[in-house]
């Protein structure tokens, strides 16, 4: 049997406090405050869709089907929204963080480019942008006009697909 520290390269240098052990595995993945939000959100304004598609790249958090439309609710310390006053930065073990950010960033954008390829306009959702139930919904909606599906010969247009709100 694999011992912890072949199965993570950072585990083998590195003390783990056993209490920031319990909280960081108490975060969770699915069905999170900020993804409940979005769900209802995009259920008010009319919008069906599925949750955690595993046969997708990333296991996208909603998925509309019907719109060929996949978001992610990203949260903004652990996907580091740029600017964003949540996206703090730990005081302790700091390489760790950092690689540990990076690979999460990178994987993001790995997710975004795979589901490009196949044809997924990729919306992302953060954490603080579901603090206005208003104004999310604004976005939500504006994702899904014309504006936000250019025909193939809009070449104007063509930067709007995916956009990040």
């Known amino acids: 049997m694999l011992s912890k520290a072949l199965l993570h390269p950072l585990s083998s240098h590195l003390s783990v406090d056993p209490v920031r052990s319990r909280i960081m595995q108490a975060v969770g993945q699915k069905h999170t405050a900020p993804e409940m939000t979005v769900r209802r959100t995009l259920y008010a304004l009319g919008y069906r869709f599925r949750v955690q598609r595993r046969d997708l790249p990333g296991s996208p958090d909603i998925v509309l089907r019907k719109h060929k439309t996949v978001i992610f609710v990203h949260g903004c310390f652990w996907h580091r929204h740029p600017l964003c006053k949540k996206a703090t930065m730990p005081k302790t073990r700091l390489e760790f963080w950092t690689e540990k950010f ?64």
């Open 102 to 165: 990076d690979r999460n960033v990178a994987r993001d954008q790995l997710t975004e480019i795979a589901l490009r390829k196949m044809g997924w306009q990729v919306l992302i959702v953060w954490e603080c942008e579901t603090k206005s139930v208003e104004i999310l919904a604004a976005k939500l909606a504006s994702a899904f006009t014309a504006e936000a599906y250019p025909s193939d010969s809009d070449l104007s247009g063509a930067g709007k697909r995916g956009e990040y709100f």
